[in-house]
């Protein structure tokens, strides 16, 4: 999404503009985000330095807070991670069925979360409408890994000489 809008604020660019913009907005982005992975990854250790060497309670305290609250932090990111990637990879998948002729499940989202929508009143509809839309996208992304689990651990690893 990113690069899309990156690439949609080039008005009329050449391409090698375009070429030029992706590369640097890709490369920013991957130094951001490893950047923050990074941060997350040491924040225990930081904790760990603080609560040793701050002169102050409040400083010990501090790293202290970080030792204990990084796997808090780490569970949660696990689980938001997860949400979000069923989430994307059901809709990329209902889209691509809509795109591609098979428009039933997707039509089939889109007027339950329309109905959901309507009963109710004023701007939170409509994040009534994507929150319907986005858990049913994440439910049949658990749904068809689910499914494909037992494909890719008796049929496709077997073929490739993988085991569990």
């Keep these: 999404e990113i690069m899309t809008i990156a690439l949609a604020a ?32 040491k924040m225990d250790d930081i904790g760990l330095y603080t ?13 202290t807070g970080l030792v204990k609250g990084m796997p808090k932090l780490m569970a949660l990111l696990s ?51 994507w929150l319907v839309t986005a858990t049913l996208d994440g439910l049949f992304g658990l749904a068809l890994g689910m499914a494909l689990v037992p494909v890719a651990t008796r049929v496709i690893a077997p073929l490739f000489g993988a085991s569990h």
Excluded: C, K, N
């Design 10 to 41: 080039i008005p009329g660019g050449t391409w090698w503009m375009e070429a030029l913009t992706l590369a640097v907005v890709g490369v920013g982005i991957t130094v951001a985000v490893y950047g923050a992975v990074a941060l997350i990854v």
């Design 51 to 63: 609560a040793a060497t701050a002169r102050t309670g409040f400083g010990r305290g501090v790293g």
């Design 79 to 129: 689980t938001v991670g997860t949400l979000a990637m069923l989430w994307v990879g059901g809709s990329i998948i209902i889209h691509g069925m809509e795109v591609l002729g098979w428009p039933w499940l997707y039509d089939q989202i889109h007027h339950v979360a329309e109905a959901v929508a309507h009963r109710v009143e004023g701007g939170f509809a409509g994040f009534l409408g």
